[in-house]
């Protein structure tokens, strides 16, 4: 399905492995299969694996995967359950470094917060990407913003603004 | 009052421009109707029963003459020539085209207004005391609060897709005439026992089909953590809310489901491993208590021998100072409620004659500001006692003199079935008939503070939960019915209002009302309010007249 970054689309090189299938070049498992797996994913390297989570998915239950692998796609059911942006939110503040995968319908309309919250990237269904096509996520990607909220990436900080401008 | 500076109108004029280009998308098939609906609503845009709704932010009520002005001059360009007040202290209009939605976000822009998060699943215009900043039982001006939380949570990168709509409230007093005890978060200023400002936080408050009174989760926050302690807690509530049933999404059923000792414990915890970044630093804080520094009032002595003289010489204007004058802290000075509930009228509606001749009045005689109340009338909170005389004969020139504030006939009323896709029954034909009852304004008087509350459907968009009186109505097979309760409260002494039983039809439901009266005035004590009285006597003497009666 289509993946977009900032730099517009990009190949996913990421492979979906189904529960207990051999592991292809980059792996990404759902968190119970990782789970599963145990002892036997010791020694696949971060940059091999990544996680496929639901939205609901425990923060205590990540914890232990947040240095061991370098994609995190976390499922959007819908465009509006929002609980991906507090999930994100919170692996970013856990330290979690590796890549974010917003991965169902989201609308080109979310793309600054789903930035904003940590995200790298969007993995939309291709009827979305069909209908809302590349042009408008590149506009949204461009929209030069302002955003009041401290402590989130992207758009300019208007109070850090203000603050810049008090200095001047 | 607080003024945007160049960011501020920035981010509005961004807002504008995006909401431009989705309503052409929506046009083009970009996005399709259910994807198009929150960024709608997101920005104040709601499809109703026979048309679509704008709803505008009037951020805790507050605004200046040229704001009113225009919302005249749009309710005339894009609509029918009048307003609805709500109560949530915004403005509403019924009839605007969805291509005129662009057009109109504009001119609101032009003075400082916009109509972002007055509807949709996101944080809403932060709600206050209409008196905050004038009362004299402030401990502090609220506004600066809620000016940061206005800011704070204007489009929320993360909390802008939440599981149902999120209400705030603050009040800088301990008489509560915010309501925050029945919001998602109540806000309440206090000081600590070094005499330290800082917050008492309620959570899960709420009316709605599932009313619910907030509880305590800090009895003291300091006033830098305002902020962070809010993402705290719509995080976990972002997190852990319901989503599989939206009747059920609200933060009250996750209070109430896990018990506020676990979800207090879960916020504490989030709160405890945040860094700080999300708080403004002292120089922000000091920047937006600037606009509320007190105005310019001039040195008056404390009482005008015009306003006693014309007490004394005109019986209606006295009715109207006993009623709609409240106390100032500055001597001289009194705010004044200009109600919008006149007999016979739709609560809360003015046409854009009125809104100019409010506009006028309020930069003529009160430093040219006004605020909305939740109770669905306009406050001019800076008049001078020499000058009441002279407001209160402009007003009445417009039929905005009603001496009301308070009063039997001062309802709180939703749209109902006359506007409202959700409705079930008519709210705004029962508060006019419930007001012609009681036209007598001695009667008024007499029967003293009663506050009736009517909603169209569970909803509860008219708050009857907390009227002393609510007035529910229902569809009952195809007719209408209304439910009755009594005892409700929004203030610090919240309390929901109990049923008094089956309900009544719509020709019934004057009747019954005027029996809770009459047993009310038969049955006081000396002094007694109708909710002491309630209070004191209980259900069974309100209900043996209510249903002999019917």
């Known amino acids: 399905m289509p993946l977009r970054d900032d730099t517009g689309p990009i190949p ?37 694996l990544g996680l496929a989570i639901p939205n609901d998915t425990e923060r205590a239950r990540l914890a232990p995967w947040l240095s061991r692998v370098s994609l995190i796609a976390v499922a ?26 917003a991965a169902g319908p989201v609308i080109a309309d979310q793309y600054a917060y789903l930035r ?31 955003a009041y909220q401290q402590g989130y990436d992207g758009r300019r900080n208007i109070l850090a603004a203000r603050a810049e401008a008090r200095e001047r | 009052m607080y003024r945007y500076d160049e960011f501020d109108a920035a981010f509005v004029e961004a807002r504008a421009a995006e909401f431009r280009g989705q309503v052409a998308r929506r046009l083009s098939g970009a996005l399709t109707e259910e994807e198009f609906r929150p960024l709608r609503l997101m920005n104040g845009l709601y499809l109703q029963l026979h048309a679509y709704m704008l ?4 951020p805790y009520g507050v605004l200046n003459g040229g704001q009113m002005r225009a919302l005249a001059e749009i309710s005339e360009r894009y609509d029918r020539g009048y307003g609805h007040f709500t109560t949530r202290q915004n403005i509403q209009f019924n009839w605007p085209k969805l291509r005129d939605a662009p057009d109109i976000i504009d001119d609101l822009a032009k003075v400082g207004m916009h109509a972002i998060q007055t509807s949709g699943n996101c944080i809403r215009n932060t709600t206050t005391d209409p008196f905050a900043g004038v009362a004299p039982d402030e401990i502090e001006d609220p506004r600066p609060t809620c000016e940061l939380i206005r800011q704070w949570s204007s489009l929320h990168p993360e909390f802008t897709f939440l599981g149902r709509k999120f209400k705030i409230a603050v009040t800088g007093a301990e008489a509560d005439r915010a309501a925050i005890r029945v919001h998602d978060i109540g806000v309440q200023l206090v000081r600590n026992a070094a005499g330290e400002p800082g917050y008492r936080l309620f959570v899960g408050g709420g009316l709605g089909r599932t009313p619910m009174i907030g509880k305590v989760i800090r009895d003291f926050l300091p006033k830098a953590d305002l902020l962070p302690y809010l993402e705290a807690c719509l995080r976990i509530y972002n997190l852990f809310g319901r989503r599989d049933n939206k009747y059920k999404a609200r933060i009250k059923i996750l209070v109430h489901e896990v ?12 709160f405890a491993a945040m860094d700080g970044t999300a708080a403004p630093d002292a120089a922000e804080v000091a920047r937006i208590e600037a606009y509320f520094a007190p105005p310019a009032y001039r040195e008056r002595p404390a009482t005008s021998a015009l306003f006693e003289r014309m007490k004394r010489e005109d019986a209606g204007f006295a009715a109207w100072a006993r009623r709609n004058v409240h106390p100032h802290r500055v001597p001289g000075y009194a705010a004044a409620t200009i109600s919008l509930k006149p007999i016979g009228g739709a609560p809360g509606d003015a046409t854009a004659e009125q809104m100019r001749m ?3 009045v309020a930069e003529r005689w009160s430093l040219d500001e006004l605020c909305v109340t939740h109770e669905q009338n306009i406050v001019l909170p800076h008049v001078a006692l020499d000058d009441l005389y002279a407001v209160w004969t402009r007003l009445r020139a417009q039929g905005l003199d009603a001496a009301n504030r308070g009063l039997v006939t001062d309802i709180i009323a939703c749209p109902g079935l006359d506007y409202c896709a959700l409705a079930t029954a008519r709210s705004i034909p029962v508060a006019q008939m419930i007001a012609e009852r009681f036209t007598d304004q001695a009667l008024q008087e007499k ?20 009227g002393h009186i609510g007035i529910l109505g229902l569809d009952k097979a195809g007719v209408e019915s209304y439910q009755i309760t009594i005892g409700g409260d929004a203030t610090e002494t919240a309390a929901l209002g109990d049923r008094t039983g089956p309900g009544f039809s719509y020709e019934e439901v004057t009747g019954a009302i005027g029996a809770l009266v009459e047993t009310y005035l038969e049955r006081r004590e000396a002094g007694e309010t109708f909710l002491q009285c309630y209070r004191r006597l209980g259900m069974d003497a309100f209900k043996e007249r209510l249903y002999a009666a019917a």
Request: glycine share 10%.
């Open chain 1, 76 to 101: 959007f059911p819908a465009f509006n359950d929002g609980r991906g942006f507090s999930l994100a939110r919170a692996l970013r503040a856990k330290g979690y470094a590796g890549r974010l995968r």
């Open chain 2, 358 to 360: 409010m506009a006028e």
């Open chain 1, 12 to 48: 996913d090189d990421w492979t979906r492995v189904e529960p207990g299938a051999p592991l292809a070049r980059r792996s990404l498992l759902a968190l119970e299969d990782a789970e599963a797996r145990g002892e036997a994913l010791e020694g696949v390297a971060p940059e091999a």
């Open chain 2, 259 to 270: 018990g506020i000792e676990e979800y207090a414990r879960l916020v504490e915890e989030e």
């Open chain 2, 55 to 58: 709803r505008v932010a009037i």
């Open chain 1, 116 to 146: 904003e919250c940590g995200f790298d990237e969007v993995e939309i269904p291709e009827a979305l990407a069909a209908r809302q096509p590349e042009a408008q996520w590149a506009a949204a990607a461009k929209r030069v913003g302002l």
């Open chain 2, 447 to 466: 029967i003293g503070p009663l506050s009736i509350k009517i909603s169209g459907c569970i909803n509860a968009c008219g708050h009857h939960h907390v």
